[in-house]
T-cell receptor
Framework: AQSVTQLDSQVPVFEEAPVELRCNYS??????LFWYVQYPNQGLQLLLK??????LVESINGFEAEFNKSQTSFHLRKPSVHISDTAEYFC???????????FGPGTRLSVLP | GAVVSQHPSRVICKSGTSVKIECRSL??????MFWYRQFPKKSLMLMAT?????????EQGVEKDKFLINHASLTLSTLTVTSAHPEDSSFYIC????????????FGPGTRLTVT
């Protein structure tokens, strides 16, 4: 079975400051890794994903995440956040040969002016 | 990217009535769709896996007679909450897996169900 931990339930940060949202996972088999963002009263939007290859993946809006196999982590980072980044962020894993996702509990990022 | 729609986006119903939520893949075929439930300020919990033309597979603890799932075509899955009660109030989200792609899944925008 897989599990995902997001230790920080809430992360307040000032605008233009850097941020890191932590994600650790547990799995006995190889998994794909994902970060999804959810804005208020909306569904999930894929932010970025790690499938294979380079362990550093980037999104089009400045976020990046690095897969660290030895630490079973997939932390999300952004060097300078904007007010519009305020949202709930979910880390998720999916087995190579599975279908459904296992989501972490989510981290609420609040960007303050 | 691929688009998944849900209808309605928001529904309010009285206790004891049934509500149907539709999940459609608009520009791709989805052999498999998934239904999730999200409680306030909580993560998504998988309710069931819906396979086109066959019975859905429910997760442990999910009442299949209460949450009826039908996946009659490659682009449509429906979730019917039967005899709804206030505790069924939640945000329901579907996702659809692109046929032939093992990892590509797209999420719908969600349906907010409120049972009064």
């Amino acid at each position: 079975a897989q599990s995902v931990t997001q230790l920080d339930s809430q992360v307040p940060v000032f605008e233009e400051a850097p941020v890191e949202l932590r994600c650790n996972y547990s799995s006995s088999v190889s998994v794909y890794l994902f970060w999804y963002v959810q804005y208020p009263n909306q569904g999930l939007q894929l932010l970025l994903k790690y499938l294979s290859g380079s362990t550093l993946v980037e999104s089009i809006n400045g976020f990046e995440a690095e897969f660290n196999k030895s630490q079973t982590s997939f932390h999300l980072r952004k060097p300078s956040v904007h007010i519009s980044d305020t949202a709930e962020y979910f880390c998720a894993v999916r087995m190579f040969h599975g279908q459904n996702f296992v989501f972490g509990p989510g981290t609420r990022l609040s960007v303050l002016p | 990217g691929a688009v998944v729609s849900q209808h309605p986006s928001r529904v309010i119903c009285k206790s004891g009535t049934s509500v149907k939520i539709e999940c459609r893949s608009l520009d791709f075929q989805a052999t498999t769709m998934f239904w999730y439930r999200q409680f306030p300020k909580k993560s998504l919990m998988l309710m069931a896996t819906s396979n086109e033309g066959s019975k859905a597979t429910y997760e442990q603890g999910v009442e299949k007679d209460k949450f009826l799932i039908n996946h009659a075509s490659l682009t449509l899955s429906t979730l019917t909450v039967t005899s709804a009660h206030p505790e069924d109030s939640s945000f329901y989200i579907c996702s659809a897996r692109v046929t032939g792609h093992s990892y590509e899944q797209y999420f719908g925008p969600g349906t907010r169900l409120t049972v009064t």
